[in-house]
């Protein structure tokens, strides 16, 4: 049967005027509305809020039914489908506003294809192309999914949700094959450290790895398919040169040095080579730090824990969106290390994700993220996220922060120091915390809010102190002496070269109890501070300034 020109939906980036006539009547000439097709009236203006909302429901139903666009038309009263005309943003420029404002507020900044406008007899109409939801990715307003029963506005129910998101399953970019691409595209090295790296994770098949070429082991490590290359096989194993087989997607790790004299370099494939040269550039010196008051010796550590690093860095490349045509970022500050990727984080929440340590029903290149497990790049899928914040809390340091507040992207964030002496404390004096409260307990170092029912957990443990809104971690309070106080500020000044007032306030802060009203705390830290500039001849004030002192050791005569 020949398809009507409203079935077949045009979506090129302009439409004529007879071709948008042609939809019209085409639409107004259904009986009822429908999933894709709503008409308002709109006389004098219309709600924002219900834009938005209609705009998630029809571009959700657009993609469900394998359209590429519906129609929002105003001007027109839905019950016998005439014309009424419409004042709804009469100046093009207002019109043309819309498309951001409505971006702003949708999942990956989605808005309409375009707006038109038509002038007819009866009045003007205004008729909104809007895109289907993008395959696997259901589109949100204001965070929340919408659909449509028939003509109603409803909440997208679950069972359409996942039958989007299921839709990554058969659109898996990192399986796709490369035609053009062959064995000779792959870097010799890459593959030789492939072949390495597979025998860790399968030691019993040694033996079998050696006598097999490159074509059986690549095709049995499932980098290729049946003998072809695919983009697994350029990202993981291509040669720099061969990047733009897989164009527009972007193959590339580019490191930032921050709070520091500027530094940077990108790399590009073979990641499974790359991995190595960005780990490289990253600084991670010796750390000391004292939590235990009752030592005298310091806990000594490099900033960064390796697996940690390298672990994060292999996620990032496994769960990157290639098709956002971007690249992996990390950032380095003096006291964290921060990756980008592009791609929302997929599982509900991380702590959902450590508490079942368990794989995900879907990702979004389950070939490659299944080929770097091969590769021993990435652990078990579904454990190495419970690993990272294990060998952290291990470590007394704060836990991973996953940014997973914009859809577009994933930030983690990795801590290379201390944030407060209290936690790192209770966890070395209570290894037997388990992960969850540790979870919470972290939040609370933090300054994120926590759930009442996790915060009175925390209080049944003795871990905090204080109303739910200004919890503090408990820590020892042993009585300190000036002595100590100024030999922990020397430890500190030596270690960064020099501290500000908040950085000695950061210091000495956590050793008072919290129990002792807050101005009196900031006085005895005053005191101190005042000791340390007047008295003491091993440090000095060297800016000289009473607004933003900064102290450093004397230099010796």
Request: hydrophobic share 40%; proline share 4%; glycine share 4%.
């Amino acid at each position: 049967m020949r398809k009507s020109f409203l079935e077949k939906f045009r979506t090129f980036a302009t439409m004529s005027e007879q071709e948008l006539n042609k939809i019209l009547s085409e639409a107004t000439a259904l009986k009822a509305e429908t999933e894709i097709i709503e008409f308002k009236e709109a006389k004098d203006g219309y709600d924002f809020d219900k834009i938005g909302k209609y705009f998630s429901a029809m571009s959700n139903e657009a993609n469900l039914k394998g359209k590429p666009c519906a129609w929002l038309i105003f001007g027109v009263e839905n019950k016998k489908h005439q014309i009424v005309g419409s004042h709804y943003r009469v100046e093009r420029k207002d019109l043309d506003k819309l498309k951001k404002e409505i971006a702003d507020k949708t999942t990956h900044n989605l808005s309409f294809m375009e707006i038109y406008e038509l002038n007819k007899p009866e009045g003007r109409v205004v008729m909104f192309q809007i895109p289907a939801a993008p395959q696997g990715i259901p589109v949100a307003f204001e965070g929340f999914f919408y659909g449509r029963a028939n003509e109603s506005l409803v909440a997208l129910n679950i069972e359409k949700i996942e039958r989007i998101r299921n839709q990554a399953h058969n659109r898996d970019w990192s399986k796709n094959i490369v035609p053009d691409a062959t064995f000779e595209h792959l870097d010799k090295d890459a593959i030789l450290k492939a072949r390495e790296k597979f025998k860790q994770k399968h030691p019993a098949l040694t033996k079998d790895v050696d006598s097999w070429d490159d074509v059986i082991f690549l095709n049995k490590a499932k980098i290729t398919l049946e003998g072809k290359i695919t983009n697994t096989a350029i990202l993981l194993l291509g040669k720099d040169e061969s990047n733009h087989f897989i164009s527009p997607a972007i193959a590339q790790i580019s490191w930032i040095l921050k709070d520091a004299p500027t530094g940077y370099e990108h790399f590009f494939t073979p990641f499974i080579l790359t991995v190595d040269k960005v780990i490289a550039c990253i600084r991670n010196l010796k750390y000391r730090y004292m939590i235990d008051p009752d030592t005298v010796f310091p806990e000594e550590v490099t900033h960064y824990d390796e697996w940690v690093m390298r672990e994060t860095l292999h996620n990032c490349i496994a769960h990157q969106d290639y098709g956002k045509m971007g690249r992996i970022i990390v950032l380095e500050y003096n006291d964290r290390l921060i990756f980008e990727s592009l791609g929302g984080f997929i599982p509900s929440s991380v702590e959902e994700t450590i508490r079942h340590d368990a794989p995900q029903s879907y990702y979004r290149n389950p070939f490659l993220a299944n080929a770097m497990v091969n590769l021993n790049m990435i652990e078990t899928i579904g454990s190495g996220i419970k690993k990272m914040f294990t060998i952290q809390k291990d470590r007394y340091f704060p836990l991973p922060t996953f940014d997973i507040s914009d859809e577009s992207k994933t930030r983690v964030t990795v801590h290379g120091e201390l944030i407060n002496n209290n936690y790192s404390y209770q966890l070395k004096k209570r290894p037997e915390l388990a992960l969850e409260d540790v979870i919470a307990l972290d939040k609370v170092q933090k300054k994120i809010a926590i759930a009442e029912d996790e915060a009175e957990r925390l209080r049944e443990l003795k871990l905090v102190a204080g109303v739910a809104s200004e919890l503090q971690v408990l820590g020892h309070y042993p009585k300190i002496s000036y002595k100590e106080y100024k030999a922990m500020v020397l430890n500190l000044i030596k270690s960064k070269g020099s501290a500000t007032r908040e950085d000695i306030e950061n210091l000495i802060m956590p050793n008072l109890s919290p129990e002792i009203p807050l101005a009196k705390r900031q006085k005895k830290i005053a005191n101190i501070i005042t000791k340390l500039s007047f008295i003491e001849k091993a440090i000095i004030n060297s800016s000289n300034t009473d607004k933003y002192p900064v102290w450093e050791l004397a230099k010796s005569d």
